[in-house]
Nanobody
Framework: QLQASGGGLVQAGGSLRLSCAAS????????MGWFRQAPGKEREIVSS????????FYADSVKGRFTVSRDNAKNTAYLQMNSLRPEDTAVYYC?????????????????WGQGTQVTVSS
């Protein structure tokens, strides 16, 4: 099971850190992903991190602003979001896959968290 938290309302230019706590599996073996879905839009990949944390992927729209990380000892993945923009407003989901490497397709993920709302005001 995955539990996402850390969303909220923030002004443009602000920061938030999302957390995704995992339970019931071998977290350290799984790649993790962060996705988001804005109203009326499809779910899109934001970032992915491999099992060790040594490899990462970022969507072009968040490169240089967001940082993904993980702490396998705490079974938790993080998404640090800086310089937030109104277009970052969405429900953010964390997901886990049994694949070990970076994974960008939502179809490859086996488990999903419940989502946390991020709202960026202008």
């Amino acid at each position: 099971q995955l539990q996402a938290s850390g969303g909220g309302l923030v002004q443009a230019g602000g920061s938030l850190r999302l957390s995704c706590a995992a339970s019931g599996g071998t977290f350290s073996r799984y790649a993790m992903g962060w996705f988001r879905q804005a109203p009326g839009k499809e779910r899109e990949i934001v970032s992915s991190i491999n099992w060790s944390g040594g490899r990462t992927f970022y969507a072009d729209s968040v490169k240089g602003r967001f940082t993904v990380s993980r702490d396998n000892a705490k079974n938790t993945a993080y998404l640090q979001m800086n310089s937030l923009r109104p277009e970052d407003t969405a429900v953010y989901y964390c997901a886990a896959t049994r694949m070990a490497g970076v994974v960008v397709s939502s179809h490859e993920y086996d488990s999903w968290g419940q989502g946390t709302q991020v709202t960026v005001s202008s």
